[in-house]
């Protein structure tokens, strides 16, 4: 049985004499005759011999027929890879810089301190830091991993602590942990005591004059006209 030979050949020569190099050809195959490459483009070039180099200094490899950039080399991004990476993408397991031709965004995890697809926002200021002394948020919405430092709460920390905490200090969801500052009561001590508990002071959960809580022979009138301790008061009356 006749099997045609195919005019390609992997020594890298074409022409009569085998005088003429191929163009970059992959595994330098090309035409005997034409020179033309019968496979795809070495990474860098184009075209039907593949003797032209892709249109952008960034591509790693480009379309054969037109020589626009299908992939980027390493640390570019873009349809031209021309914009390069993000200097806070964390390096892969060989030591590259690597982020996703269309957005940019790092194919690795971010440095620490950074957040976002691209890794360029950072982490607020008054997130606290881990061991290694690095403030840490979530790369998808910035939230601080360890924590808030003392006076701020939020899912990244940037809202302070009402001044109505007493030391201005609260939980991660603004309510005050260490009670009220005086006179005030509430989650986030927003609420003022009544003006008649006895020196305005009030239990810092519930608002109940502090009055009130006094054995009922100690307690004064003015509480009296808050509602809290009207029997208490008759009692106290009918007592004198």
Not at 224 to 230: I, M, N, P, Q, V
Request: glycine share 12%; with cysteine; hydrophobic share 20%.
């Amino acid at each position: 049985m006749f099997v045609k030979e195919s005019p390609f050949r992997s020594s890298g020569l074409f022409g009569p004499a085998c005088n003429k190099k191929c163009g970059f050809c992959q595994s330098l195959v090309c035409d005997q005759t034409t020179g033309l490459c019968g496979q795809t483009c070495l990474d860098g070039y184009w075209g039907a011999s593949c003797n032209a180099t892709c249109l952008y200094t960034g591509c790693q490899t480009c379309t054969r027929g037109t020589g626009v950039c299908e992939t980027c080399k390493q640390g570019f991004y873009g349809t031209n890879c021309h914009q390069t990476c993000s200097q806070f993408c964390s390096p892969n397991n060989a030591s590259l810089v690597t982020c996703e031709m269309s957005s940019g965004n790092c194919t690795n995890v971010c440095m620490p301190g950074h957040w976002s697809g691209p890794c360029t926002r950072n982490c607020s200021s008054t997130c606290l830091t881990d061991t290694g002394g690095d403030r840490v948020c979530d790369r998808e919405n910035g939230q601080c991993q360890v924590g808030c430092e003392s006076t701020w709460y939020g899912r990244q920390c940037t809202m302070a602590c009402s001044s109505n905490c007493a030391g201005r200090l609260c939980d991660r969801g603004g309510n005050c942990s260490t009670g009220c500052i005086a006179n005030m009561y509430g989650p986030m001590c927003q609420y003022p005591c009544n003006k008649t508990c006895n020196d305005e002071t009030c239990d810092s959960v519930s608002g109940k004059c502090s009055e009130c809580d006094k054995p009922a022979n100690q307690q004064t009138p003015l509480c009296r006209t808050a509602g809290e301790c009207l029997n208490v008061h008759a009692f106290v009356v009918a007592w004198l």
